[in-house]
């Protein structure tokens, strides 16, 4: 059973940064994408960055230049880097595991940036 666990959410003033991590309970080599998504008060969830097989990463155009995500294979997690956190990027965020059909999720952790 795969279990992903996401932490670093918090609050944080307009301007600054956090990292959220999302553990996995396997080894991530065999994923095919694996991404970060946010759900924002009253809107359905909606992708932030998401890494694909072979490495290519995609950002929605809202966060571009803003957030980084990454993998660190050793440690089973991939990362999401937000700097220059607006008021609007204030959801729940989510990470979202993708292999062969199945879809796993995390519990998700709340970032709000104060204005």
């Known amino acids: 059973q795969v279990q992903l666990v996401e932490s670093g959410g918090g609050l944080v003033q307009a301007g600054g940064s956090l990292r959220l991590s999302c553990a996995a309970s396997?080894?991530?080599?065999?994923?095919?994408?694996m991404g970060w998504y946010r759900q924002r008060p009253g809107k359905q969830r909606e992708l932030v960055a998401a890494i694909i097989s072979g490495g290519r990463t995609n950002y929605a155009d809202s966060v571009k230049d803003r957030f980084n995500i990454s993998r660190d294979n050793a440690k089973n997690t991939v990362y999401l880097q937000m700097n220059s956190l607006k008021p609007e990027d204030t959801a729940v965020y989510y990470c979202?595991?993708?292999?062969?059909?199945?879809?796993?999720w995390g519990q998700g952790t709340q970032v709000t940036v104060s204005s």
């Open positions: 396997v080894s991530i080599f065999s994923f095919n994408v």
């Open positions: 979202g595991f993708f292999e062969d059909g199945r879809t796993y």
